[in-house]
């Protein structure tokens, strides 16, 4: 905190992003850090990662005053097949919960889901498209699963599906460098382009970031958003 307040004071930083994927794994530590914020009286936004799980609604609302306006979240799945086969360790009811706490609280969510996991099927991904679009998040992100070395999920890729190690530049969620049995690398990604069309196209969404837009630069960006989905 006193590292954020000389940000602040010293260099006229307004806007800080905790680069760490699990910011809250520890509630009190966080609980602390907005408590010296308020304390302090510093006026700052920022946003962090962690978990779905182990945030509480009173955290959350701690959060939100002590400056927090988004947090993003790996979801993964909407298929609970595929959250307990990936050793997730969540439900599809904690995620609703904790996605409609953070909202509740004035928190924004974004969701990171994958494609393309081991046993994913059309079926599944389906489940997890519809999934996203149910949630109260302010965006989404669907990348496709990648065996990268060192993991579980590289030992177990080739017994699941194809693996296209050729071109490592390929390996970058992005791509289809995994493809589960049952499907195609054209479907995979076709996939990973239906589901961000349909998650920010629908009117609903459309007319949530209108209403978010402040600036000149927001038009240009959220325009530039527009143009790559039509494209997809």
Not at 198 to 221: A, C, G, H, N, Y
């Amino acid at each position: 905190v006193a590292e954020i307040e000389n940000l602040l004071v010293n260099h006229g930083i307004r806007e800080i992003k905790f680069l760490d994927d699990m910011f809250c794994l520890v509630p009190k530590r966080v609980e602390r850090i907005c408590d010296l914020i308020l304390e302090k009286h510093l006026k700052f936004s920022w946003s962090c990662s962690n978990r779905v799980t182990g945030i509480s609604p009173q955290l959350y609302r701690k959060m939100a005053d002590a400056g927090c306006w988004l947090i993003s979240v790996g979801i993964e799945s909407g298929n609970q097949k595929v959250l307990d086969f990936i050793k997730k360790g969540i439900t599809l009811e904690q995620i609703r919960q904790s996605v409609t706490w953070a909202n509740d609280a004035g928190i924004k969510v974004r969701g990171f889901f994958q494609i393309g996991h081991a046993i994913d099927t059309p079926e599944t991904i389906r489940d997890t498209v519809d999934f996203a679009k149910s949630l109260p998040l302010n965006t989404a992100e669907f990348c496709i699963s990648t065996p990268f070395a060192g993991t579980e999920f590289a030992d177990l890729a080739k017994l699941y599906g194809d693996v296209d190690a050729s071109d490592l530049s390929q390996y970058s969620m992005m791509f289809a460098a995994f493809v589960p049995k049952g499907m195609t690398k054209e479907e995979l990604e076709g996939w990973q382009s239906r589901a961000h069309r349909e998650f920010f196209l629908r009117p609903s969404k459309v007319w949530d970031f209108m209403m978010q837009i402040r600036t000149f630069d927001d038009i240009r960006r959220y325009w530039t958003g527009l143009k790559i989905l039509v494209k997809l």
